[in-house]
């Protein structure tokens, strides 16, 4: 069942594995691999090449398992947060990547499965996790972070004008009783922001979702300690192919990409550079991709999509 589940087309299919120019005896990585959608079209490009599938999510990893049985031993299958992914590839003799991918979106699969507790649409358990080996949840955010840290959590990384509010009717909630479900803290919102606010932009819950799904699973860290080093772990040509879906992911990727790209730290007025830096490669979309009209009304997922690519070049 979890494998029909994650058995939708992947999000910019056909316009990252174009990025990631795939050759048959690469070495590829992809560091979400959710239900393998990616992944299969990149496999199936494969002869003597091998696939590295990264996800913390076990049930992903039982369904991807499942697409990827074809593939056989060109697939080898990881339970891990991608932030590990260099460290665990080296582990295992692998020296470098023609090729790495990260999809940073939700998965259908989990907003839909209610006792995840990702989707303001059910009534559920405040969990979030993505990887459910860890203790920290969303009930522990919201009944334990001070009114502060709430309030910078949902205006930093749900960016929500009544981030302020919200914050205060959380802290003012848990005082009579614990809150524990989806529905209450739907509830909470609603009564933080004005009624007339309410009928525009959008369910009023969604910011403030975003910013404790995010804060849960440290995704932003996470994003922002991972994208150096996947790029030092490409060979020369290798590429990094990255979807973001808000604009707090596109941020950290487009400034990692650039200063990759550019890293001299030189003021402008020098003649020539004496820090030292070096490129690390190329960025390939000077402008991201977006998905095309054909894919916005066949998925709505793919609304806020935006791929990023950067090449590899190896001076040494």
């Known amino acids: 069942m979890e494998a029909l589940h994650f058995a939708h087309k992947s999000v910019l299919l056909d316009e990252t594995i174009e990025g990631l120019h795939v050759v048959p005896n690469g070495i590829y990585v992809d560091g979400t691999l959710g239900g393998g959608g990616h992944a299969s079209e990149v496999c199936r490009r494969l002869t003597d090449g091998h696939f590295y599938g990264i996800d913390q999510d076990e049930a992903a990893i039982r369904a991807a398992g499942e697409r990827l049985k074809p593939y056989g031993d060109r697939v080898t299958i990881l339970r891990d947060n991608y932030c590990n992914a260099v460290s665990r590839l080296r582990e295992l003799g692998v020296t470098g990547a023609d090729g790495m991918m990260l999809d940073l979106g939700v998965s259908s699969y989990q907003l839909d499965t209610v006792e995840r507790g990702f989707s303001y649409r059910y009534d559920t358990d405040l969990d979030m996790r993505m990887d459910q080996r860890q203790t920290l949840t969303a009930k522990e955010i919201l009944n334990t972070y001070s009114e502060m840290e709430l309030f910078r959590i949902i205006r930093d990384y749900g960016e929500d004008p009544f ?123 000077r402008k991201p991709i977006l998905p095309s009209e054909g894919e916005l009304e066949e998925n709505s997922r793919s609304k806020s999509a935006k791929l990023r690519i950067f090449e590899r070049i190896r001076e040494d």
């Open 163 to 285: 981030a302020k509010n919200i914050a205060k009717h959380i802290v003012r909630a848990r005082q009579d009783k614990m809150i524990e479900t989806t529905g209450e803290l739907n509830e909470i919102i609603k009564a933080a922001i004005p009624a007339k606010m309410r009928a525009t932009g959008g369910h009023p819950s969604k910011r403030t979702f975003q910013a404790i799904r995010i804060e849960c699973n440290h995704e932003l860290d996470v994003l922002r300690e991972s994208l150096d080093g996947m790029i030092d772990f490409l060979n020369d040509g290798g590429r990094l192919a990255i979807i973001t879906f808000h604009s707090l992911e596109d941020r950290i990727v487009k400034a990692a990409f650039r200063k990759n790209e550019n890293p001299c730290t030189c003021p402008t007025n020098f003649p020539v550079c004496v820090c030292g830096q070096v490129s690390k490669g190329r960025v390939l979309t």
